[in-house]
C-alpha cells in the first residue's frame, strides 16, 4: 500500500500541474432571439451610432498600473533566492562526497565523515562516521534501511518536491505535500527492514535511541525523520486486501471529479430563433417600406407554376398582405454614390471598352468629351463566352451615370416604383428568357409604359454541359451519398446513379480543376509570381502573400492556372497554384478509391 500512496502522491502533483492547460470543449447550443431590422435602414442607424460616438468621445491619458510589475519583480526575486540556495546545498552534498573517502558497499557508495552524524542517504551514496564504521558500530538494520532509499531512488522524489517549493514558494501545500512524502519514505524503508528481520521491537527501539538526535541534512533522506508513535504503530498494522483495493478504486472518481469541474469547459454556440413575435415585427417593417414603394402602382401578374396558375390584375393596395408578401418580397437598397477610377477612365479613352453612358452606348470619342468628376456612379459586369456579340465581345461591361441622372433617376430610386405598372410572369420553365428591363432604364422619362418581367423561380438548372457532368460522374462514381438538408426538407441516402439531377447539381460539386494534366511553371514563370504589384496569388485556393513563394520551390507546383483581374484591379494576372497533395487529392482519381461513402450534413 505505501508504494501505491508514494506513486498517488507523486501523479496527483504531476496532474494538478497539468490540469490548467487540459481543456475539454462541451458544446452548449443557447437559443437567441433575434429581430429583423430593414435593410434599408442599416446605413443610416450605423452612420448615426459611429457619429454620436464621435462626438461624446473623451480623451483620457493612458495611465501605467505599476502593481502587476512589482508583484511580478517580488516573485521572480524570491524564487531566485530559493533556487539558490537549493543549487547550495546540493553543491554542499556533492563537495562532501569529493572530500571524503568513498567506499563501495552492495549498490552504494559510502562516504566516511569525520563528524558525528546519524547515516542518511543522498541519490546512490550513504553517509556514515568513520569512527563507527571502522568499529563496526552501525547496525546492519540502520545499513538496509539507508539501502532502500538508495534502491526505490527516494532522492528524486525530494529534489523534485523543492525544485516545486522553489517556483510555487506562495503555495504553502507544498510543504505538506514534502512531509508526507518523507515520511512515506520512512514507512517503505521500515516496512522492508521488517520483511528481512521479521524483529519489530528491536528495530523499534532502535530508532529510538538513534531519534534522539535532531541532526537532519537538507535534501537527504535521514534516519530519523518523524520517528513518532504513527511511524511506529505502521510497522505492526496490517491493511486488509479488500479495504486497500477499495482505497484504490476511490482514486478513480476522485480524478473524474477534478477533470469534470477544471477541465471540462462549456462553450456557448448561439442558434437564432424566430419567434412568433419578433417575426411579425420585423415584417411590419418590412410592409411598410414595400407599400410606400409600391404606393399607387398597379400590379399585372401571371403566376403560371405547378399548381398555382393565379392572375392578379389589382392596384398594389388591393392585394392581400400574403400576395405582397410572396410576389413582392424584393425591395431595392440605397444606391450610394460610386467614383470612377481614374486607371479605368483612362483605359475607356484609348482602348476598345463596352460602355454605356446613361444607359446608352458610347464610343471613346464620346468619352473623352468628359470629365472623370462628371460622373457619380459606375457600374460594372462580367460576361460569359456564350453571351458575348460580335458588337460587343468584351468580358467586361461598364455603365456609367452622371451626376445629373444619379441625382435625377438613382439617388432615390429605392423609394418607390418608377412606373405606374407593374407586368410579372412566374414559371417553373427554365427556357423561358428572363426579360426584365435593366433597372437604371426603367428610370426615364419615357419608361411610363407597362414592362415586363419573367421570373424563373426554380433555382436549379436541369441542363448542364457534357463535360461538367462528365467529370462529376467520374469523380462520384459507385459512391454511397448521404445528404441531409434539413432547410431544404433533403433527407435522401442513395448511390450516386440513384440520385437526381437536381440533387447533383445542388450538393455534389466537382472542382474548377478536376482532372487537368500535371502543369508546373518553369523557373522564370515562378519568379514572376513573386511580383506582389502584378499578379495575385492563390495557393490551394486560398490567397496568399506572393512573400510566401520566396519558401517554395518550384517542383512543390503541380498545377497552376492563369486568369485575367478586370480593370479595375491594379494587378494584371491572377495565378492559381496547387501543391503535390492537393493536386493528388483534389484534382485526380476518383472518390472510390479513397472512401465508400460520403455524409453531407446542412444545418
Not at 161 to 168: C, G, H, M, R, V
Not at 302 to 328: G, H, V
Not at 477 to 496: L, P, S
Request: glycine content about 0%.
Amino acid at each position: 500500500m505505501h508504494h501505491f500512496n508514494r506513486l498517488y502522491l507523486l501523479i496527483s502533483i504531476l496532474i494538478s500541474l497539468a490540469i490548467p492547460f487540459i481543456t475539454f470543449e462541451y458544446i452548449k447550443i443557447i437559443p437567441v432571439v433575434e429581430n429583423i431590422q430593414p435593410e434599408n435602414n442599416n446605413f443610416i442607424s450605423k452612420s448615426s451610432e459611429e457619429l454620436i460616438f464621435n462626438e461624446n468621445k473623451i480623451q483620457t491619458e493612458d495611465t501605467i498600473n505599476y502593481i502587476p510589475y512589482l508583484i511580478w519583480m517580488a516573485y521572480v526575486s524570491v524564487t531566485l533566492l530559493l533556487l539558490v540556495r537549493l543549487g547550495k546545498n546540493y553543491l554542499q552534498l556533492l563537495t562532501k562526497i569529493k572530500s571524503n573517502s568513498n567506499i563501495k558497499y552492495k549498490n552504494a557508495n559510502l562516504v566516511l565523515m569525520e563528524e558525528k552524524i546519524l547515516p542518511h542517504t543522498f541519490l546512490n551514496t550513504i553517509f556514515v562516521n568513520s569512527e563507527d564504521y571502522k568499529n563496526s558500530t552501525i547496525e546492519e538494520e540502520l545499513f538496509a534501511h539507508e539501502l532502500v532509499h538508495v534502491t526505490q531512488k527516494h532522492t528524486l522524489d525530494i529534489l523534485f518536491l523543492e525544485l516545486l517549493k522553489a517556483i510555487f514558494w506562495f503555495n504553502p501545500l507544498f510543504i505538506f505535500y514534502k512531509k508526507a512524502i518523507q515520511l512515506n519514505h520512512e514507512f517503505l524503508a521500515d516496512e522492508e527492514i521488517v520483511k528481512t528481520y521479521d524483529n519489530v521491537p528491536f528495530y523499534q527501539n532502535l530508532l529510538l535511541q538513534k531519534g534522539n538526535d535532531n541532526q537532519t541534512v537538507y535534501l537527504a533522506s535521514n534516519l530519523n525523520y518523524l520517528v513518532t508513535k504513527k511511524r511506529l504503530l505502521m510497522m505492526t498494522k496490517k491493511t486488509s486486501q479488500k479495504l486497500a483495493v477499495l482505497k484504490k478504486i476511490a482514486v478513480v472518481p476522485i480524478l473524474a471529479g477534478l477533470i469534470y469541474f477544471f477541465c471540462v469547459q462549456v462553450v456557448a454556440q448561439e442558434k437564432k430563433v424566430y419567434s412568433k413575435s419578433n417575426v411579425k415585427i420585423s415584417e411590419t417593417d418590412k410592409d411598410r417600406l414595400r407599400d410606400a414603394y409600391y404606393l399607387n402602382v398597379r400590379i399585372l401578374l401571371k403566376d403560371l407554376r405547378k399548381n398555382k396558375n393565379i392572375s392578379i390584375n389589382k392596384m398594389y393596395e388591393e392585394l392581400s398582405l400574403q400576395q405582397k408578401r410572396e410576389y413582392l418580397n424584393w425591395i431595392p437598397n440605397k444606391i450610394v454614390e460610386k467614383e470612377l477610377p481614374l486607371s479605368l477612365f483612362e483605359q475607356m479613352k484609348t482602348k476598345n471598352l463596352a460602355v454605356w453612358i446613361n444607359g446608352k452606348v458610347s464610343s471613346k470619342q464620346e468619352i473623352n468629351q468628359y470629365k472623370r468628376t462628371d460622373f457619380k456612379y459606375y457600374t460594372f459586369s462580367f460576361v460569359h463566352k456564350n453571351a458575348r456579340s460580335k458588337r460587343f465581345p468584351q468580358e467586361y461591361q461598364y455603365s456609367l451615370y452622371t451626376k445629373k441622372y444619379f441625382d435625377t433617376y438613382l439617388k432615390n430610386s429605392h423609394l418607390h416604383y418608377s412606373n405606374d405598372t407593374c407586368k410579372m410572369v412566374f414559371s417553373d420553365n427554365s427556357n423561358k428568357v428572363l426579360k426584365k428591363k435593366n433597372s437604371y432604364k426603367k428610370n426615364t422619362a419615357k419608361a411610363k409604359k407597362e414592362y415586363s418581367i419573367h421570373l424563373n423561380l426554380n433555382k436549379e438548372e436541369f441542363v448542364e454541359d457534357k463535360k461538367t457532368k462528365q467529370k462529376r460522374d467520374f469523380a462520384y462514381e459507385d459512391i454511397m451519398i448521404t445528404i441531409i438538408d434539413k432547410d431544404n426538407n433533403v433527407n435522401v441516402t442513395k448511390k450516386y446513379k440513384d440520385l437526381d439531377l437536381k440533387i447533383k447539381q445542388r450538393y455534389l460539386k466537382t472542382h474548377m480543376f478536376y482532372l487537368v494534366g500535371k502543369r508546373i511553371p518553369n523557373q522564370e514563370l515562378f519568379e514572376k509570381f513573386k511580383n506582389e504589384k502584378k499578379y495575385l496569388i492563390f495557393i490551394n485556393d486560398r490567397r496568399v502573400e506572393n512573400a510566401v513563394l520566396s519558401k517554395m520551390k518550384r517542383t512543390n507546383i503541380y498545377y497552376y492556372a492563369e486568369m485575367v483581374n478586370p480593370p479595375t484591379s491594379t494587378r494584371d494576372n491572377l495565378y492559381f497554384l496547387y501543391t503535390k497533395e492537393f493536386y493528388e487529392s483534389q484534382l485526380t482519381g476518383q472518390l472510390k478509391n479513397r472512401t465508400k461513402k460520403i455524409e453531407l450534413k446542412y444545418q
